[in-house]
Nanobody
């Protein structure tokens, strides 16, 4: 079973940076995607950034494009979310997920299908 585990959350100042990490168990074969979501109190879960480990292709939400980047270390089954120029509205619980894909149309955010989820890590941007 793939077991995502997040780390790197915490409290940062407005305009600061933070890097989240997520590691999973090794997957035997097949396409493998990992990605990040966040959810703030009273708001719906928001898809942020995803990467296909087999190809290196990625997908970033328009809302964080230019500030957030996703990368991976395939040998370690680890993904990173680099967050720059943080704003108070970035405050949320950030979740990592692992899985594969599903048929989709429209934005690339819709292509991912996750079976395994981490417990979440709190990111708070002070204001």
């Amino acid at each position: 079973q793939v077991q995502p585990e997040e780390s790197g959350g915490g409290l940062v100042q407005v305009g600061g940076s933070l890097r989240l990490s997520c590691s999973t168990s090794t997957r035997t074969s097949g396409d493998y995607a990992m990605g990040w979501f966040r959810q703030a109190p009273g708001k719906e879960r928001e898809s942020l950034a995803h990467i296909t480990l087999t190809s290196g292709s990625s997908c970033i939400a328009d809302s964080v494009q230019g500030r957030f980047t996703i990368s991976s270390d395939n040998a370690k089954n680890t993904v990173y979310l680099q967050m720059n120029s943080l704003k108070p509205e970035d405050t949320a619980v950030y979740y990592c997920a692992a899985g594969s894909f599903q048929p989709y149309s429209g934005h690339c955010l819709n292509k991912y299908k996750y079976n395994y989820w981490g417990q979440g890590t709190q990111v708070t941007v002070s204001s």
